[in-house]
Nanobody, 121 residues
């Protein structure tokens, strides 16, 4: 099993920045990819960004050029640096961990409890 603990959410004004952190523990040897998802009220959970242990990243088009995902392998931690935040970025942000499947797709069976990000206009 893998445990994920997020931190760093909060309230910020539009145009501001926040950095989310996600610390992984447990059977982390099995993890080859991590990601951030978000879910706004009344909406489905959506992908924000992913990163593999090899450093490959992927972003939702809505956050590209504003958000940056990174990882610190020594600390088993993944970060999401969010800049130029907009009210529509308001959501609960979830950290996820999983693996790269044969063929290159990603699977995320492990999830954190979520952290609230609220962007005021």
């Amino acid at each position: 099993q893998v445990q994920l603990v997020e931190s760093g959410g909060g309230l910020v004004q539009a145009g501001g920045s926040l950095r989310l952190s996600c610390a992984a523990s447990g059977s982390i040897f099995s993890i080859t990819a991590m990601g951030w998802y978000r879910q706004a009220p009344g909406k489905e959970r959506e992908l924000v960004a992913t990163i593999t242990t090899g450093g490959s990243t992927n972003y939702a088009s809505s956050v590209k050029d504003r958000f940056t995902i990174s990882r610190d392998g020594a600390k088993n931690t993944v970060y999401l640096q969010m800049s130029s935040l907009k009210p529509e970025d308001t959501a609960v942000y979830y950290c996820s961990a999983g693996r790269i499947n044969y063929g290159g797709s990603l699977s995320f069976p492990y999830w954190g409890q979520g952290t609230q990000v609220t962007v005021s206009s």
